[in-house]
């Protein structure tokens, strides 16, 4: 994600509809307004550089709000339904800013905990910055102090990338000046000893590395960035790969052509790692990708219009191999627009995907930037952005979503088979039955129960998980428990989902009704 206080001084955001159709790399008319949503955090220049989905489908933004006329940059954070409205039980009507005090305090990366806890990162007042919050938006007092953790590298650092370890230990990485740091936190926000020096490491070679991304796969952590300042510099990708306890263990270049960084990174189900950012000094889309001992597989460029220049900004690999890529385009002078290209496993566009393999879509407005992407069960992909209009003063976070093919199967579940009502009472102690219910299409009986995740509970409490026909269908169906307390279920909802994997390594996805009370 490409994450700069270029951007943070008010280079917006933004998409514009397109007619609704029944296509992979279609806006999905189901969300907002024909595939758009806007939200202004009261009259700011507000701008959305991050985006991470909930397990049950909510949407949560980061990014940076400011108060018009003068220089005051807060973290912004907002959360909507899935069906693109603001989710009125987190935060202020859906929305939170947060301060570190003084001027600049700036998100420019968001995660979910498997508690359903929130990590926001980015720069506070020349320091890394790292906020964490309750599932409703509130700052959490366990971590650091009040919520709010920052650590200073020695001179000007900002935090661009965020990735949560299996274990809870929160990895966070950015430029500093001239160089790359990572820091490591344990769960409370105090900095991880075990972990470089006194749980900070700094990068010096090659080149003047930057680091945008972050990504944690088998006790290996992977930073994405540049090996000097794009698109200024003679820069190449970067891809460097650290143990656990810090020290790295290699570092890879790619020209992939002209100035070239990355500014974001996935790993695949194979441990290859795909790279996305700028080229030829943000002419073109840069893509790469790495074997896992960081030799190249493939590189290559996309020009998203003819003569436009483009940036990718975010991406997501899917468990085949195939990605979707977002950024930005500048889709005629003096305005811009939201990207978004999928590929094959191979690196070539996936035909099947909008027109010739790419989307577009705009606001609105003459400024319309995508930074970051999110991958729903289904397919469909979530891209966060802004969207502004300096000339009437409109700066709003912006997302879309475009229809894809699905990335999971979809399966029938039953919360509380024996309750027809489904009804949670959130304030009792005890354990919430769940049933993976086996049809025509899914035999319940191929998914690894221990890989199962009930909204945010992870843990399947008494390892009592049988087959048992709940439904009297004569067919056996997987009954799973998961602790109330640990579900984040919040008063109101009337949705709980599950993911998990099969047997096979096929992801799974299902949600059903509840009432809560």
């Not at 003047?208 to 190449?236: L, N």
């Not at 790495?290 to 997501?316: H, I, K, Q, R």
């Not at 690196?347 to 879509?361: I, N, Q, Y």
């Amino acid at each position: 994600m490409r994450k700069t206080l270029l951007i943070l001084a008010f280079v917006l955001v933004a998409a514009l509809p397109a007619s609704a159709q029944a296509a992979a790399g279609d806006l999905d008319p189901s969300f907002g307004s024909g595939g758009l949503v806007t939200t202004d955090f009261g009259g700011r220049g507000d701008f959305g550089l991050a985006v991470a989905l909930q397990p049950d489908g909510k949407i949560v933004t980061a990014g940076n709000s400011s108060a018009l006329g003068v220089f005051s940059v807060a973290f912004a954070l907002s959360r909507h339904n899935a069906d693109g409205t603001l989710d009125t039980s987190f935060g202020s009507g859906g929305t939170v800013l947060t301060s570190f005090g003084g001027n600049l305090s700036a998100a420019s990366d968001v995660a979910i905990q498997q508690d359903g806890k929130i990590v926001a990162v980015g720069i506070a007042n020349g320091d890394f910055g790292v906020a964490r919050y309750n599932a409703d938006g509130s700052l959490d007092p366990s971590f650091g102090s009040g919520g709010l953790v920052t650590t200073d590298f020695g001179g000007f650092d900002q935090a661009n990338g965020v990735a949560i370890q299996p274990d809870g230990k929160i990895i966070v990485v950015g430029p500093l000046s001239g160089s790359l740091g990572i820091s490591r936190y344990n769960p409370d926000g105090s900095l991880d000893a075990s972990f470089g020096s006194g749980g900070k490491v700094i990068t010096t070679a090659p080149g003047s590395p930057s680091g945008f991304d972050v990504a944690v796969r088998d006790a290996k952590i992977f930073v994405g960035g540049g090996t000097s300042f794009f698109p200024f510099g003679a820069s190449d990708f970067l891809l460097l790969r650290y143990s656990t306890d810090g020290t790295l263990d290699w570092s890879a270049t790619a020209d992939v052509g002209g100035s070239d960084t990355i500014f974001a990174i996935g790993v695949g189900a194979d441990g290859k790692i795909t790279a996305a950012g700028g080229a030829n000094s943000g002419a073109d889309f840069g893509i790469a990708r790495f074997n896992p001992d960081g030799s190249l597989v493939w590189a290559t460029t996309t020009d998203f219009t003819p003569g436009s220049n483009d940036t990718a900004n975010g991406l997501v690999v899917q468990s085949n191999g195939s990605f979707t890529v977002a950024g930005t385009t500048n889709s005629a002078p003096g305005s811009t627009a939201f990207a978004v290209a999928r590929y094959t496993a191979a690196g070539a566009l996936d035909a099947t995907f909008g027109s010739g393999g790419k989307a577009s879509a705009t606001f609105g407005n003459p400024i319309n930037n995508a930074f970051d992407i999110a991958a729903q069960p289904d397919g469909k992909v979530v891209v966060a952005g802004g969207t502004g209009d300096f000339s009437r003063g409109v700066t709003d976070f912006a997302l879309a979503r475009f229809l894809g093919n699905p990335t999971a199967i979809e399966v029938s579940i039953d919360v509380k088979p024996d309750d027809a009502e489904n009804v949670i009472p959130l304030q009792a102690s005890g354990v919430i039955p769940v049933a993976i219910l086996t049809t025509n299409a899914f035999n319940a009986a191929s998914v690894d129960a221990a890989s199962v995740c009930f909204a945010h509970d992870c843990t399947e409490r008494h390892l009592s998980g049988h087959l048992e026909d709940v439904n009297g269908d004569g067919r056996p169906d997987l009954l799973l428990h998961y602790d109330t307390q640990e579900t984040g279920i919040a008063p109101g909802d009337t949705q709980a989902c599950l993911t998990g994997k099969t047997t096979a390594g096929v992801a799974i996805h299902g949600c059903d009704r509840i009432v809560t009370k």
